[in-house]
C-alpha cells in the first residue's frame, strides 16, 4: 500500500496520512484500494480495504467514517454511535482516528493546541464556500493550530464556468494571480488553482482560534472520482 506522510511538523503524540490507490482488493474503475462505500463498490472489498489501511497504518482504532454531503456539520469523533451526516470530526481523546474521503476534493487536517486537538475536514467547493474549515475550527476552539492542505485535483483538471468563478472568487483580493495568464476564447472555462483558493482569509473568518499556521503538500497530483484517498489524522 502506498501512503503519504504529510511534510508537517507534529508533536508526538499525533499521527497523520493520505492512502493511494494501489494496495488494496477492489477491481475496475474501484482499483484497487478503494475504502468508500457509498460508490457501489463491492462491499466486501471496502471492507478488506479498511482494514488494510488498519492494519498497515497501525491504526489505534477504525476509523471514524463520516457520511459527507458537501456541508459543514462537525462532529465529535469519540461521542460518534453510527455513521454520521457531517464533513469534518475532530476530537481530544487518544487512540481516535478522524478521517475524510476525498476524490478531487481538498482535504484539510488541523492540530491544535500542541496535539491536544485534532480534525480532519473534506472541502469540496460547496463546503469551502459554506464554510466548513471556519466551522471546524470553531469546534476544535484551539488558541493556536497548524493546519494541513492535502492532494487535491489541481489547476490543470479543474474546468469551471464564469458563472461559478463569479460566485466562488469575487471576495479574494489578488485572485488574477490563481487564474491563467490568457482567458479561453470563449470566456467561459476558467481553469480554478484548487488548493489556492484554500488561503484567502474569508475562508477562515469566524473562528475564535489566535494563530493559524498552513502547511500545503508538496507533491503534484490528478485525482479521480475513483480515487477516495482518506486523509486521517489520530492521537496516540
Known amino acids: 500500500m502506498n501512503w503519504i506522510k504529510p511534510d508537517w511538523p507534529l508533536p508526538a503524540k499525533v499521527r497523520a496520512a493520505v492512502t493511494l490507490r494501489s494496495g ?51 462532529v465529535k469523533a469519540d461521542q460518534v454511535l453510527a455513521l454520521p451526516t457531517a464533513d469534518a470530526s475532530y476530537t481530544d481523546q487518544s487512540g481516535v482516528v478522524c478521517a475524510v474521503l476525498t476524490a478531487d476534493c481538498l482535504p484539510v487536517l488541523f492540530c491544535g493546541d500542541g496535539g491536544d486537538k485534532i480534525a480532519a475536514a473534506h472541502a469540496g467547493w460547496r463546503g469551502l464556500q459554506a464554510g466548513v474549515i471556519a466551522a471546524t475550527l470553531r469546534a476544535i476552539d484551539c488558541r493556536e493550530v497548524s ?4 492532494p487535491a485535483i489541481g489547476p490543470q483538471h479543474f474546468e469551471v464556468g464564469a458563472r461559478y468563478s463569479r460566485l466562488f472568487w469575487r471576495p479574494i483580493r489578488g485572485i488574477s494571480r490563481l487564474l491563467p495568464r490568457t482567458a479561453p476564447a470563449n470566456g467561459w472555462p476558467i481553469f480554478t488553482n484548487w488548493r489556492a483558493g484554500n488561503w484567502p482569509g474569508w475562508a477562515w473568518s469566524g473562528c475564535s482560534a489566535a494563530t493559524i499556521a498552513l502547511w500545503p503538500i508538496r507533491h503534484g497530483f490528478t485525482l479521480t472520482a475513483a480515487t477516495a484517498p482518506p486523509p486521517a489524522a489520530w492521537r496516540v
Open 24 to 74: 488494496g482488493v477492489s477491481v475496475g474503475s474501484y482499483a484497487s484500494l478503494n475504502p468508500a462505500g457509498h460508490v457501489n463498490d463491492d462491499p466486501q472489498h471496502v471492507q478488506r480495504n479498511r482494514q488494510i489501511i488498519r492494519d498497515l497504518l497501525e491504526l489505534p482504532a477504525e476509523p471514524v467514517w463520516l457520511q459527507q454531503v458537501h456541508g459543514i456539520d462537525v
Open 147 to 150: 493546519v494541513w492542505l492535502g
